[in-house]
């Protein structure tokens, strides 16, 4: 089973991303469970939502407390909240941000063999060149199909078709896309 | 044709494939995605002879639907929480009129202190409605057995209750399988009513019924419960048949066989139950499991089969009854009786509180060692307690506890389980 646990603001889109992600699982014949956390639900408050892919009927209902991934949407929740919690060592983080690594001072978190797999992607800018708006979930979801290999972009796309008119589906499809090249790409020249 | 949806859309689809010719809901958290999916539905045009009807309250909810289901025609309904509470009233009128009335519950925890959050506080506080309740695993179940609630009620002409885990089910995604109108067409006969408000054969409902009836009509009402413990497993059987998929029946059992230790819970909190049975049996623990779906009627007779021949048995449940301890743990009793076997009561999951892997293992371990009180509060943070104890011992003047609980605790934004 591969968990994944999504940190962002209310109105991000958390849980409509933790939703795409579990079609795009399912669109490949896999079993996924997405849900948001039990928390309150505020513009501008930390939320969470989850996604669980397996190949096999999900049972267990429990939040994702040990995720094998982790996509922030909004890297001021760093100051807030112990968005590390439960991750293992070698756990993907996919972090919405301009800012490199040691900017953000999480040098300490991604050196070394035993540390987390930490990425930048700036899909916030993403979203505002491709959507028009500060939607940053489709990128992420590019990006996150890049970092991990767990789901193909071609899933993420038609997840995304899935979810909003054509319209506002292609733009998002623009966004996930570009997100999956740049994050391809950091892959290639990193040593993640 | 399977589908990854949320729960309250699987559980709209479902209900409008069982051809409602009345939906009158008030919204309220978590149910209010169910409803709105079957208003959309109706505005489309997509459920034909279907009257969406907008009232005022909960109340009037249900007594729209006393009305339509009286006038002769299949009536939905769904609510929440407070929801139920106000409209209790028409709750039992509704059963002791025998109106096959379906309604969803979005299990959620009552106030105060207010909570928007699952537990099963809403429905167990009207179980001896006279309606027959029925407790939902999965997202799939939940739609199934929304079919099979039209059936069991017009069947036996009595009110039937799915309820779901709020949140948990309610807003979680999932592949469910959604059958096709010709299936569900062939398990739901058109409805004929027992008893209509016909202007062309007048009769009247509602008598005023002295004591020289009132217990013959309860008796007659607790008669048909005892009838819908045999019809129940019949419809499960055909709809098994007819679907595919094994759905419903009065309860399941999971690796019961040689079990020393039983857990019984109602509800989504099953699977993470079977999933901690599986890891525990990996390491030669005798550990199995009940989830029982029809709470009302209760399945006596096969609670006592499932269970009679373990040597304890935990009762996992997400209600409490305060100053007594568990519910559903009285009807397993009950279901025991003359078998000296350990019983545990076990509160968790109260107002959302998550119930982890983790937790139940260290439960189901202390249950196997039989170092268990009678009651256990899972998870309960012990500190917390104290600390308001001895606040509340120091001064007269305390102020609400639930605010200075909350002060205690500080954020909990910051903390993810």
Redesign the interface.
Known sequence: MFQVRIHGRGGQGVVSGAEILSVAAFLEGKHAQAFPSFGSERTGAPVMAFCRIDDKEIRVREPVLQPDALIIQDSTLLQQVDLFEGLPVRGYVLLNSTHSIDELGLGAFSRGPRKYRLHMLPATELAVKHVGRAVPNAALLGGFAAITGVIALASVVAAIRQKFPSKIAEKNVAAATEAFELASKALETSDA | M?K?T?GSHAVAEAVALCRPQVICAYPITPQTHIVEGLGEMVKAGELADCEFINVESEFAAMSVAIGSSAAGVRTYTATSSQGLLFMAEAVYNAAGLGLPIVMTIGNRAIGAPINI??DHSDSMSMRDAGWIQLFAETNQEALDLHIQAFRLAEELSCPVMVCMDG??LT?????VDIPTQEQVDAFLPRYQPRQLLDPADPVSFGALVGPEAFTEVRYLQHHKQLRAIGLIPQLAAAFSKQFGRNSGGLLRTYRTEDAETIVVALG??N??V??VVDEMRERGVRIGSVSICSFRPFPLAALRAALEHAKRVVVLEKCLAVGLGGIVSDGVRKSLSGIALKGYTVIAGLG?R?????SLTRLFEDAGRDELEQVTFLDLNADVVSFELERESKTRRTGPTAEAILRHIGT??????
């Not at chain 2, 807003?171 to 592949?175: P, Q, V």
């Not at chain 2, 998550?354 to 983790?358: F, H, M, Q, Y």
């Open positions: 399977l990854q949320e959050w699952n949140f948990i807003h979680a995604y999932e592949r989504s909190v699977g993470t079977q999933d959302g998550a119930i982890t892997r983790a909990v934004a910051a903390s993810i389980g």
